[in-house]
């Protein structure tokens, strides 16, 4: 059964389980985050986002392109990091051999800072994040033009003489939608502040309690909720996506613990990617 979360204008579906499997889709983006299991439902999806190599989050690529095939879907485009473009076209043209199939892509490869048009004025931004392979997040952002503060108070018919005459009214501003980030170091808050300042952040919290502790967390480059809360005053987004959660826990720990823990500030954004009860998909 996959977890469903809505998020400010955004719905979050899939499923997330540290070191198992992540694969989320934002339909109002058009984007899928990571593919660490084939969702039938989201192999329609054009735009796939790896954000590392690991198994549990690339792996399943390959079916999922399989279930394109018997849809009758084009090759999609899937944005990675740079350094795994060639290994992940390498493992996919083995798994055609084995299928005798094709298994064919359009990469994006991206660095850290490198931005790309998705089109009708979405963008996307990588961020570097901190993990032990190659890692990127990804910031989706629309770009629109704001009129600038001089020019707010003129009547509309003004504004519309003034543009047609060529005079620069406008200017473009960058309005940051959502971001996801997994399989990091809290650090990633401090090296890409903007993630703060996302309408929505979806971001990893694997551990939650005094089963692990902070450093237990970091030293496998992981977030522990301890960090979150600690930093509960500088998140600004309407709404703060948890997710990637240690197998260790059951679905109904994890809401309670966060539950209690949460300060009430933070408390009602949270959005709880995990089942309501009963037991992890698989």
Known sequence: ??????????????ISVGGVYTSLQVPELGVVLDAGVPIRSFAGTDRIFLSH??????SALGSLLGIRTLIGKPPPQVFLPAEIEAPVREALA???????TETDIETVPMNPGDTHHLGHGLWVRAFRTHHKVPSLCYQFYRRVSKLKPEFQGLPPAEI???RQAGEPLFDEVDRLELAYAT?????????APSLLDCRVLILECTFIDSKRTVQDAQERLHIHLDEILARAASFQNEALVLMHFSQAYSPDEVHS?????????????LRIFAPTSGRWFG
């Not at 798994?95 to 005798?100: A, C, D, N």
């Not at 823990?261 to 408390?267: G, I």
């Open 94 to 100: 083995v798994q055609g051999r084995l299928h005798r």
């Open 257 to 269: 613990v966060i539950q209690a823990r949460a300060p009430e500030s933070l408390r009602e954004r």
């Open 183 to 191: 399989d990091t170091l809290s650090h990633v808050l401090e090296t």
């Open 53 to 58: 190599g690991h198994s549990d989050h690339a």
């Open 160 to 162: 519309g003489r003034r």
């Open 1 to 14: 059964m996959l977890t469903e979360v809505s998020a400010g204008p955004y719905t979050i579906r899939g």
